[in-house]
């Protein structure tokens, strides 16, 4: 403890800082993101929300939208694995492959909701680009069932599809996406690419028609290892099974152009102006490194990132009061011998009288306290004691925790200066409602303009 | 004690450190365990300090009582390449078939191969004995994939055995599935006191049933100590404000008078009370939903300052304590 504890304080104080709300005030980003204008901005077509599991991902995405429609725009949210909790906060019991009027928003605006179906997504591609004969052929292969039921890089897949197809309808002007919960941040941009160039690469073509290659000069190695690869695959996955690829990939083949086009058409909508990505992460050391990986990966790709949502930053009224003191002031309450410095008044120190003399002289001038109060029998002070110490405990507590989300944070703009952030505060329970999730729009929207009076 | 423990959880619950801190709260008494990483996060490498995991297994730690944890980060592409040089001798060849793009092929996109290397290599561990018969792991702890994937990662031998119906993988298949619905195994499911992971760990219960898989226990990790009990909340409620300033004035903060440094600290603590009461509300009534759920339940605290290697033996002895390992 300070020597003098009590006045230390009160003399370099801004009285009206101490007395304003202060949540989540103690983060100061160095570039602050603002919502409104973004979800305003008509060329603002599609946001893309990313960022690992845990983070609150998906209810950043419907928060958006709900906000975007209430601020005039027609929006729909493409979900792809909501917590059941979300869809009924939306008014819908179950979200599924087709956009559902939310009702309820205020305003002008719309907003649709829908949960990614990947089985249906890759059932409607096959149907859009077959003629039904081929259609039945292809949906009834086993290869395929297996394929669409939701293998790696699938959902990923399936994803970007839909957000292809709805961006095609130009049905909304607004399109906020968020995305699967993949292993790795990586996931997400990879598996299209990846199951697109399996589908309508060399493998599948060796598979399916290696005689065609067989003339070409150069492609003689290839085929050598072709037919040994074409033995080893059927040993293993069993000679079914390859004949299943086989018709399947065949199928496909002739009835629409390539996978790897669409994968392409979709990713560069991807980098295309209109397209916004947010990294969503909360002031977690894994989070925010997950976070910084995926803000170097869009980089890489050139996708258009425009900033990072932290969430759940926790804030403190009582900000100035730090960790140290908080736990030292709840020792003298529970223990106030070390308060009184002396053993003898630590037994009469419950009575009123030796309450009002164990005051310091800094805290003499306190009798503002009503008449009834001061009157208060001796055991309920004492637990009045305890639970101001428990209430300073649980300062010290948040404090640290901020310290914490503090470090956590610079460490990552400090890594990523050039990243806007916007801080939502953390909420002690779970959205349930349109109104929470409205809340949580205000608070996205107000955490710009916040962080712009900060020194 | 069932050999085979997968661990599972919502993304964001520390499954991976239940994970570590099962495998070195087995490992305690001269045991040796094995702790799998199929995800290749390189999360169990994080944990302990050390560089990333090769594939291949490796000391990581040693429990108190000379027991020993070893690791391994299972990589699909490397597993179906030992498969194939295990079953067919293809060591050159798998060179070539990667070139290929087999590999990709096998371990990305082809149904459920890529995670029937993964837990087929897992039970190979837990079958594998040395020279003098002894099992060569006594335990295998697998880290892996989030409660919304785990049925259908453990239960995709299944399917793959229906696909490929016959061949090596559709005979890798059974086998694993002979392991991984015995009593040999156990999936426990790691949450958090808070609704969306409570809710997904219901779910995630229901789906391992219904597919047969063995459910082994609940566990609510990152529990936070109790600052104030039911009473405290109560009185929060009722006290004068005006006590608590007073309070406060007397452990040293301030002038309790209107406007005195230990007076304007009431509301925003009584602020923070209020918070704490509605979520310990909700944690409470969480409890009583995993309660419900008529599977055994064990309870981690929270390390505040983060996990750390000191924090993983920590979470290991009150593993041990409560009988979870």
């Known amino acids: 403890m300070s020597p003098d504890p009590a006045e230390a304080p009160e003399t370099g104080q801004a009285p009206q800082r101490a007395d304003g709300p202060e949540k989540a005030r103690p983060l100061s980003p160095v570039r602050a993101l603002d919502v409104d204008p973004l979800l305003d901005d008509p060329e603002t077509r599609i946001v893309v929300c990313c960022g690992s599991g845990g983070v609150g991902k998906t209810t950043t995405a419907a928060a958006l939208g709900l906000r975007a429609a209430e601020r005039g725009r027609k929006v729909v949210v493409l979900t792809i694995d909501p917590a059941r909790r979300l869809a009924q906060s939306m008014g819908i019991d179950s979200l599924d492959n087709v956009p559902r009027r939310v009702k309820g928003t205020e305003g002008e605006g719309e907003l649709h909701a829908m949960m990614l179906d990947m089985k249906r997504t890759f059932d409607e591609v096959v149907e859009a680009h077959a003629d039904p004969e081929r259609a039945a052929v292809i949906l009834a292969n086993p290869f395929y069932q297996s394929l669409s039921a939701g293998f790696a890089g699938t959902q990923e897949y399936m994803a970007m599809e839909k957000l292809g197809q709805l961006r095609a309808k130009d049905e909304w002007d607004l399109i906020v996406v968020d995305t699967p919960p993949s292993r790795s941040a990586l996931d997400f941009l990879d598996a299209p690419k990846r199951l697109g160039s399996f589908l309508d690469g060399r493998l599948i073509r060796l598979l399916t028609a290696p005689a065609k290659l067989g003339g070409r000069a150069g492609m003689a190695f290839l085929n050598v290892g072709m037919s040994m690869m074409t033995g080893t695959l059927g040993k293993l996955l069993g000679g079914q099974l390859l004949k299943d690829v086989q018709t399947f990939v065949a199928a496909m083949d002739t009835t629409f152009g390539g996978f790897r086009t669409r994968a392409d058409a979709t990713y560069k909508l991807l980098q295309a102006p209109g397209t916004a990505f947010l990294v969503v992460a909360a002031p977690e050391r894994d989070a925010l490194r997950e976070a910084a990986y995926f803000v170097e990966r869009l980089a890489a790709e050139k996708m258009p990132l425009v900033g990072l949502v932290l969430n759940r930053v926790h804030g403190s009224g009582a900000g100035r009061l730090s960790a140290e003191r908080a736990l030292a002031a709840a020792e003298n309450l529970e223990d106030p011998r070390i308060v009184d410095q002396g053993g003898g008044k630590a037994g009469l120190r419950n009575s009123p009288d030796s309450y009002g003399s164990s005051r310091s002289t800094a805290s003499a001038a306190a009798p503002d306290a009503p008449a009834s109060e001061e009157g208060s029998p001796a055991d309920e002070e004492r637990s009045v004691d305890r639970l101001t110490a428990g209430l300073l405990r649980l300062h010290a507590d948040r404090m640290q925790l901020l310290s914490r989300e503090q470090r956590t944070r610079d460490r990552f703009t400090a890594r990523h200066p050039e990243v806007a952030v916007v801080e939502v505060p953390a909420l002690p329970g779970d959205v349930h409602d349109l109104a929470g999730l409205r809340d949580i729009g205000t608070l996205l929207a107000a955490g710009a303009t916040e962080h712009t009076e900060l020194p | ?325």
């Open chain 2, 1 to 325: 004690m069932s050999r085979l423990q997968v661990v599972s959880g919502k993304g964001g619950t520390g499954k991976t450190t239940v994970a570590a801190a099962l495998a070195l709260a087995l490992a305690t008494e001269g045991k040796r365990t094995l702790l799998v990483e199929v995800e290749g996060r390189q999360g169990i490498a994080q944990l302990f300090e050390t560089e990333a995991l090769p594939y291949e297994e490796r000391k990581i730690a040693v429990a108190p009582g000379g027991g020993e944890v070893y690791a391994l980060a299972i990589d699909p592409e490397l597993a179906l390449l030992d498969y194939l040089q295990m079953f067919y001798k293809l060591g050159g060849a798998g060179r070539a078939l990667k070139k290929l793009g087999a590999i990709d092929f096998a371990t990305t996109v082809a149904p459920g191969i890529r995670d029937v290397l993964l837990t087929g290599k897992a039970c190979e561990a837990v079958r594998r004995k040395d020279k003098s018969g002894r099992f060569a792991y006594d335990y295998v702890v697998m880290d892996a994939p989030p409660t919304g994937r785990i049925t259908r990662f453990l239960n995709v031998n299944d399917e793959v055995a229906g696909l490929a119906k016959i061949g090596p993988i559709h005979n890798q298949a059974q086998a694993v599935m002979r392991v991984l619905k015995s009593p040999e195994t156990a999936v426990h499911l790691v949450t958090l006191l808070e609704e969306m992971p409570v809710q997904e760990t219901a779910d995630g219960i229901a789906e391992l049933r219904a597919a047969r898989l063995p459910v082994g226990r609940v566990i609510v990790n990152m529990v936070r100590p109790e600052v104030l009990d039911a009473g405290d909340l109560e009185l929060v409620r009722t006290v004068g404000r005006s006590s608590v300033a007073r309070a406060l004035s007397t452990a040293g903060l301030g002038g309790a008078r209107r406007g005195g440094n230990a007076e304007k600290l009431v509301d925003p603590l009584l602020a923070q009370a209020a918070e704490y009461a509605e979520r310990y509300a909700l944690e409470q009534e969480q409890r009583a939903v995993l309660g419900e759920l008529g599977l055994p339940l064990g309870e981690l605290p929270l390390f505040a300052e983060g996990m750390d290697l000191a924090g993983l033996y920590e979470l290991a002895t009150e593993l041990r304590k409560q009988g979870l390992s």
